[in-house]
């Protein structure tokens, strides 16, 4: 019996051990579960296609051009001052006006110069009465002394009066213009045709003659000049290119809008030492207007043209540590970064010297999501995506089942004398877990045992006393 209840403890040690095993390994297989999801989940979310659109790079022949920051300056400038003094008795300019050559834009009070005039015109008329009676005089004078009548003396007398009355009547016709232009000085016109900026001095206030005020300032701005410079290293090139001919030029703003296009029409005589640039200065005819004076534009000087040149969008090349780079789409619709060397284009695209083919796909937007490798999907302009090939989407892993705990080897068989043992209740086995049984009372060494009945308790052994 002591060899019954035993083996009764290890069959219920191994049942316990065996419960313990299963649920490890079913907490297991559920971590493994997550994992694997995880992991699908991330590699899900590294090769999704990032969406972009595209620009195919051309073959095309274009201009040669030499970019620079222009500065629009007038054709002519004229900062109006008077020649005269007095009072401005009328403004007939306003700010912003345009002006032609020869219009009218202030009156200084005129009575004083006008009575200048008037006593001018009084001396030279006295000084020629007198003139014409010491010519008179002379004549006679010539015929007396013929007849002996009068001495060689007297006859010089009246000729030097005569002279005398020539240079004074000559000196008063001289202040006759002067007094006449000191009038016209008092009407100021515009000398040059343009467009008048603010009036500074206003009707009303005294003015002297070459005044330090400036009464308006006059632009000429049709046609209308650009100044400019480029490296040194051009100049060579721009010196064979003029001569063979005029050189144009393009003036954009800073959005890219073509302003207006022009001549080159001077060369700065010397180098900037400081900056090793020279000045360039070109001609606009500026019909619209759209040239500015103290305006910076963006001009592009065209020396040649250049044969099967690769050409592509502006906003297709970014900038980074090492230069200029652009995103090229290979036939996977996966991308490469590729470094570039480009030049100026026109319509807002740019000439690409190096890296590039023609016929490449190059990301035009949607660069900011991408590095090299990434997965794309182009957008078509008709709201479409091209179709991407598809990746083989990971497996999801399988719930595996608890793996059965193996097989334990079981203790020594109860004999067939023994009873079945019953479950153990659990709050029996809550009470007193490690407690043993008491050792049965056996009444006789050769009794047979008796089966125990239904519902007896599993720590006691059969033919044990309920």
């Known amino acids: 019996m002591i060899q019954s209840a035993s083996s009764t403890r290890l069959i219920r040690t191994v049942r316990r051990l065996a419960a313990v095993a299963g649920a490890v390994a079913l907490f297991a297989a559920l971590l493994a579960v997550g994992a694997c999801g995880r992991d699908d989940d991330k590699g899900g979310k590294g090769k999704r296609p990032v969406p ?9 022949n274009v201009p040669v051009l030499v970019a620079a920051i222009g500065n629009v300056e007038a054709y002519a400038s004229v900062a109006v001052k008077p020649q005269v003094g007095g009072t401005i008795a ?3 300019v306003r700010d912003g ?3 032609a050559k020869g219009t009218a834009l202030f009156t200084i ?12 015109l ?9 003139s014409k009676k010491s010519e008179d005089d002379l004549r ?3 015929a007396l002394f013929e007849q002996g009548a009068v001495s060689r003396e007297q006859l010089e007398q009246v000729q030097a009066n005569a002279i005398g009355l020539r240079a004074s009547l000559a000196l008063d016709r001289a202040q006759v213009q002067q007094a006449r232009l000191q009038l016209g000085y008092a009407s100021i016109t515009s000398p040059i045709a343009g467009r008048a900026g603010h009036v500074l001095v206003q009707e009303g206030n005294v003015v002297k003659a070459n005044d330090d005020r400036v009464l308006v300032v006059i632009n000429q701005v049709e046609p209308i000049f650009v100044s400019f410079s480029v490296p040194e290293g051009h100049l060579a090139e721009i010196q064979r290119q003029s001569r063979l001919g005029l050189l144009r030029v393009e003036t954009r703003s800073a959005e890219g809008e073509v302003l207006d296009a022009g001549e080159l029409s001077s060369i700065d005589n010397a180098v900037d030492r400081a900056t090793g640039t020279i000045r360039l200065k070109a001609t606009f005819a500026n019909k619209e207007r759209k040239l500015w004076p103290g305006q910076f534009v963006r001009a592009h000087l065209r020396l040649a043209e250049r044969e099967n040149a690769v050409v592509v969008p502006a906003q297709a090349v970014q900038t980074g540590v090492s230069g200029p780079f652009v995103f090229v789409v290979k036939a996977d619709l996966t991308v490469d970064m590729r470094s570039v060397g480009v030049l100026p284009g026109p319509d807002q695209s740019v000439v690409v010297e190096r890296g590039l083919a023609p016929g490449e796909k190059v990301v035009v937007d949607g660069q900011s999501m991408l590095v090299p490798g990434s997965l794309v999907e ?7 995506d091209e179709a991407q090939p598809k990746a083989p989407a990971a497996k999801p892993a399988e719930a595996q089942p608890p793996t059965a ?11 067939a004398m023994q009873a079945p043992l019953a479950p153990v209740p659990a709050a029996q086995a809550k009470a007193a877990p490690n407690k043993a049984a008491p050792p049965p009372k056996a009444s006789s060494a050769s009794a047979p045992a008796e089966k125990a009945p239904a519902g007896a308790n599993a720590d006691q052994p059969a033919g044990s006393a309920p």
Not at 52 to 60: D, G, K, L, Y
Not at 109 to 120: C, F, G, H, L, M
Not at 122 to 130: I, V, W
């Open 52 to 60: 972009v659109a595209v620009a195919e790079a051309q073959s095309m």
């Open 90 to 92: 009328r403004q007939l």
């Open 97 to 99: 006006q345009d002006v």
């Open 109 to 120: 009070d005129q009575r004083t110069y006008q009575a200048s005039v008037q006593e001018a």
């Open 122 to 130: 009084a001396r030279l008329q006295k000084d020629e009465a007198q």
């Open 140 to 142: 006679r004078f010539q």
């Open 378 to 384: 182009i957008k078509t302009p008709g709201g479409k």
């Open 405 to 415: 705990p193996a097989k334990q080897e079981q203790g020594p068989q109860p004999s």
